[in-house]
């Protein structure tokens, strides 16, 4: 936290339903406590409140019934507009009784009560959004925002506010302070090996996951080629009875509890592009094969990914066209072209210069400071 810190004042934080709108509330969380008051407004039928409540005993979590809106009308939706209207008094009454000085919202339905009662009330709000192609509450409600900030600059032309700021996604500070050879040291990784990480997320991915398999029996007797596989706690099971126990010098388990350490040892990271993957891909420096998630929400992860490729930082693979053969030969073309796995590195590299948390609690507090001004005139 960059700015005096205030500990008489208290914050209300809320997003929910996918860890694209959770962790950046968590990362601002971890910089906050001890320092102010801190409310998370979320649904505690939802991954939020687990991930919240196991945080800290000083964090008081809300709870709002709303859920994600029906795309067709319905018995559903009446229900969704009637827990809507539910969640906007209960968030009424949250705001009257805890007197937050700001909030700060994630986007995603979770969040929408809390904007539409900020705005009622006149309590400043800052948003932030993961994607490149904002969600419909960022969109409807960041005219009203004191700040917006914006994972990808290709996200401004469809977010209407006077104060846009691109500080990519707020995540963990390891991230800077732990250096790529404590990260192979602690995965026994040599200095001349060429570490492979794969990752389809907590819950895994079958088609990353196949082609997995196919690279780590490729590579299981090459000595220079270290191979870090996470196959999502789901389908480790599977992929160990596909491999039959022949992994070579390959680690493969199930989740890493702390991720920044096998992609910070990484010389590539083979992922799906939601959003807080490819920030913590690009704040480890890394150059990345991104096969998006081809049922995302809005084909968000589709265009995090071909707004990475742009940059030149990432290989873009559609998920339909992933196979063993192709990944095997992606990788082995990177390998004997050290000019093209060159540029992809230093492309990674000049993105994420330092934490991004940083930058959006300054938001945070400007916007809490001026609601304390305000009231004292």
Not at 126 to 147: I, W
């Amino acid at each position: 936290m960059q700015k005096n810190q205030h500990t008489n004042k208290a914050i209300f934080l809320t997003g929910g339903g996918t860890g694209g709108h959770i962790y950046p509330c968590v990362s601002i969380l971890n910089e906050l406590l001890g320092k102010m008051q801190i409310f998370y407004v979320g649904n505690k039928k939802n991954p939020e409140f687990e991930v919240v409540t196991k945080i800290s005993d000083d964090v008081r979590f809300l709870d709002v019934p709303v859920f994600g809106m029906p795309r067709k009308i319905g018995i559903k939706l009446v229900k969704w507009v009637f827990l809507l209207f539910i969640s906007v008094i209960k968030c009424l009454y949250y705001a009257l009784k805890y007197k937050p000085d700001t909030v700060f919202a994630s986007g995603g339905y979770v969040s929408a009560p809390m904007v539409i009662v900020s705005n009622i009330l006149k309590i400043p709000y800052v948003m932030h959004d993961s994607d490149a192609h904002p969600g419909v509450v960022t969109r409807a409600f960041s005219k009203g925002a004191k700040a917006v900030n914006l994972a990808f600059g290709e996200a401004n032309r469809f977010v209407k506010s006077k104060n846009i700021t691109n500080f990519k996604n707020p995540v963990r500070n390891e991230f800077f302070t732990i250096s790529k050879e404590e990260a192979r040291t602690a995965f026994d990784v040599g200095e001349k090996d060429f570490c492979i990480l794969i990752m389809g997320g907590s819950q895994g991915a079958k088609t990353i996951n196949n082609a997995a398999i196919g690279l780590i029996k490729h590579f299981k007797d090459a000595k220079n080629v270290k191979i870090i596989f996470q196959t999502g706690k789901k389908n480790y099971d599977d992929v160990i009875s596909a491999l039959g126990g022949g992994i070579g010098n390959s680690i493969v388990r199930p989740y890493f509890e702390k991720m920044y350490v096998p992609i910070l040892a990484a010389d590539i990271v083979v992922s799906r592009a939601g959003s807080l993957s490819i920030s913590e891909i690009l704040a480890a420096k890394k150059p990345s094969i991104l096969i998006p998630y081809p049922y995302a929400a809005a084909n968000h992860q589709r265009k995090n990914a071909r707004e990475i490729e742009k940059t030149g930082a990432a290989i873009y693979i559609e998920d339909c066209e992933l196979t063993g053969e192709m990944l095997i030969k992606t990788i082995e073309d990177l390998m004997s072209s050290p000019d093209k796995l060159k540029l992809l590195v230093q492309n990674a590299a000049g993105q994420i210069d330092e934490n991004p948390t940083y930058k959006i609690l300054d938001l945070i507090l400007d916007a809490a400071n001026a609601r304390t001004v305000k009231d004292l005139k």
